[in-house]
């Protein structure tokens, strides 16, 4: 569903290139890093609880339990942060440009966020109830609606970086009511305190553990920002769009992944399938990071011009660090298939700080 349409989006960077700036790529580049920060925020880890509980909840009555409690803690806890950031918002852009020209974006972004989080309901739905093509077909409508709004009014109407984030959150508008027929029987006006310290317990450890993790993806772009100017960041966003364009596969492998392992789990043979599967899925991944390691220069020539050259430098070493994750992904299942969450962040902390800490220290140089 995801992957052809962002397939088209690489391929449309020359499109973008001609309608906004180096700064505003440069600004973008800080606008994605708020998006991944606060949306992992603004869930707190409960994604995750409700795929963990959903098939322990076989019974409608207790799906409904789950699904509601957790619907409004969010809808409290998450709108309470979502205001104190739209208060703050004017400090944060301040300190994230230098100025406030781009205060009206990142008050979208923060709003599109925080509808966002209670899309998951649906889709994870979806996903445990092994319905791919309906899965498929909203989030490929969701990825071609985008594409064509941004197309509309950045190319068309020339808004440039608000026109990007403009349509992002009138495709969301669109999606929630769409969303509701696949979800909307699940949420009542039950709440269960039990529930809910419940899924805490497994969903608060992954909190830190997904910033961590969101740290090492955006925390080099805050870094950055500290001591090049916004057009040297977009450059740096240029050859990081197309490093990432490996998350083409390991993102749609994510997707089956998490409710196959927990259905998988519960089968006699599930260590040899776990085995086998890592195997090839690292196998997949290192052939992919030499694939577009070889042809990094080739891509920036076709996509950009000669401004963004540069940009090739840093495609093989984001390609290598989303294998890595890939590798993560592959190997982690167990903490989730035990519960033991507690122990997310362990690895992830000790990466964020190796990655960050040595970024401080070496960009300055």
Known sequence: GDVAVSAVNLLLLPVYIR?????????????????????IGFRWGLDGAFMRYYLDRPAEKDLQRLASTLAWFLLCASGILALLLLLASKTIAQHLFGD????????????????????????????????????????FARSAGTLVLRLILVVGADLGLPGLVIADLCITLILLPALWPWCGSMFTLAFSGEELRRCLRFGLPRLPHGLAQQALDSGN??????????????????????????????????????????????QPDARTVFGKITTYGIAVLILLVAGLTAIAQDLVALVSNETYATAAVVIPLIALGIAWQGV?????????????TQYCPVATFAAAGVGLGSGAILMPL
């Open 19 to 39: 309608h906004l700036t180096k700064e505003e790529y440069g600004a973008l580049a800080l606008l994605i890093g708020v998006e991944a920060v606060s949306k």
């Open 100 to 139: 406030l020209q781009y205060l009206t974006p990142l008050r979208i972004v923060l709003v599109n966020t925080f509808l966002l989080t209670f899309t998951f309901f649906p889709f994870h739905a979806m996903r445990m109830r092994g319905q791919p093509v309906t899965f498929s077909a909203f989030t």
């Open 221 to 266: 772009k805050y870094l950055l920002s500290l001591f090049l100017p916004l057009s040297a960041l977009g450059v740096y966003q240029i050859g990081m769009t197309i490093g990432q364009s490996l998350k083409f596969f390991l993102s749609a492998f994510e997707t089956g992944w998490a409710p196959f392992y927990y259905a998988t789990a519960r």
């Open 328 to 340: 993560y992904l592959l190997t982690s299942i167990g903490l989730n298939l035990t519960s033991r």
